[in-house]
């Protein structure tokens, strides 16, 4: 067997680290400052001032503590949400009880706004995946395609740089401090030490998002074939950030992975099916061009969706009439890649359906045509579009005389 080298387990997580320390300080903070507010205005509710004329405030200002709770802690987005519907409603009992207010169920509905953007913030913190797919096509047909990179590179990091020896490196993945650790789990990449392997694997499990995706990066790396499952298991991250370096360290290793990744499209978890889709498409394997077509049935539309990227990616002439298929999807999102995805086959297969897509039902979808039409400089395609220009002004004219 082979040996495998000790490594640290991470005392650190046994106890708060000095950032959450803050965090928790400033919550609990917000917390009594609320309850000191909350006391305030039913004392003087009882005495006669004018603060019952505010008492619409009081329910509003627990928010701020659950709202860092919710950014800071993103993991428990659900619990939190159930916390602040049961909090509400102590609260709002309470204040009827004390008759600060004189309707409760108005109350309770004047909240409801605030419920519901917890139960969104609790469906963003157990599938990111969805939203951040909402807000990559609303980036899409608003033309703003450098916003997208903006959502996907995350805030700054501090950089610390180690010039230590491997050893030394090591040790710092014990550290308290999440920028420490996260720069550790690079460095151990750079040094492109296979003693790391097994270190980095466990640094998958880690609390900080961002560690997580920078020691997946690392292994891939590396490229040590050990990773492979550690990594694929780390598709099934509960953070896109967690996936999305999964992704890519599998990307990394190239053919090594491809049979693994291969399969894993038929995967039961379909965020596993995804990630296999996407570390295909980095690896640019061509061996994978059939696997990916038949995921093109995937009942699950962003795995159809990646998959379409990824044909398009690595494409070569099978996939072209599978895209021109993907131009039917019904999901928008599948056909708008689908699109771009064709437009750069440069065969004159893939004309005769684009044009054809310029009558899709998603103005989205028929923007992207345009664009792909007028990338391919095909004479038919300018035609059709100039057409098309055509229809629009002659029914715009036409409504304008109705007028």
Request: proline share 5%; aromatic share 6%.
């Amino acid at each position: 067997m082979a040996s495998r080298l000790p490594t640290p387990s991470l005392p650190f997580r046994g106890y708060i680290n000095p950032n959450d320390a803050i965090k928790l300080l400033v919550i609990a903070g917000f917390a009594v400052v609320s309850l000191v507010l909350t006391v305030s205005f039913t004392e003087g509710v009882e005495s006669g001032t004018t603060f019952n004329a505010l008492y619409a405030v009081i329910p509003h200002l627990y928010l701020i503590p659950l709202i860092l709770l919710a950014l800071w802690y993103p993991r428990r987005g659900l619990q939190i949400t159930i916390l602040l519907i049961i909090a509400i409603t102590f609260l709002i009992v309470y204040l009827y009880a004390r008759g600060v207010i004189a309707d409760p169920l108005l109350t309770m509905l004047n909240s409801g706004m605030d419920i519901a953007i917890f139960v969104a913030l609790a469906l963003y913190a157990k599938d990111r995946t969805m939203v951040d797919s909402f807000l990559r096509n609303f980036f899409e047909q608003s033309g703003m395609e450098g916003s997208i990179k903006d959502l996907e590179s995350g805030p700054s990091r501090a950089k610390v740089k180690f010039e230590g020896a491997f050893e030394e490196v090591l040790t710092a993945l014990n550290s308290p401090d999440d920028e420490v650790r996260e720069e550790a789990v690079r460095a151990l990449g750079e040094l492109n030490d296979r003693r790391a392997v097994d270190p980095l694997i466990l640094m998958l499990g880690d609390e900080n998002r961002y560690i997580r995706r920078e020691a997946a990066k690392s292994l891939g790396r590396i490229g040590d074939p050990r990773a492979i499952p550690p990594l694929i298991n780390a598709l099934k991250d509960d953070d896109r950030y967690g996936r999305d370096g999964a992704a890519e360290g599998l990307g990394e290793m190239g053919g090594k992975a491809v049979p693994a990744l291969v399969e894993k499209l038929s995967d039961e978890d379909w965020h596993v099916r995804m990630g296999a889709a996407v570390a295909l498409r980095i690896s640019g394997d061509k061996s994978a061009i059939e696997p990916l077509i038949h995921a093109l049935d995937d009942k699950n539309r962003f795995v159809r969706r990646e998959v379409t990227k990824s044909l398009g990616r690595i494409g070569d002439k099978r996939v072209i009439d599978p895209l021109i298929r993907a131009l039917k999807d019904p999901d928008r999102s599948v056909r708008i890649r689908a699109a771009g995805a064709l437009a750069k086959c440069h065969d004159d297969r893939v004309i005769d359906p684009l044009i054809e897509a310029l009558n899709d039902e998603d103005s989205g979808v028929r923007l992207r045509v345009i664009r792909a039409l007028e990338e391919t400089n095909d004479p038919r395609a300018i035609h059709a579009l100039n057409n098309s220009l055509g229809d629009s002004q002659g029914i715009k004219n036409g409504n304008i005389a109705e007028k």
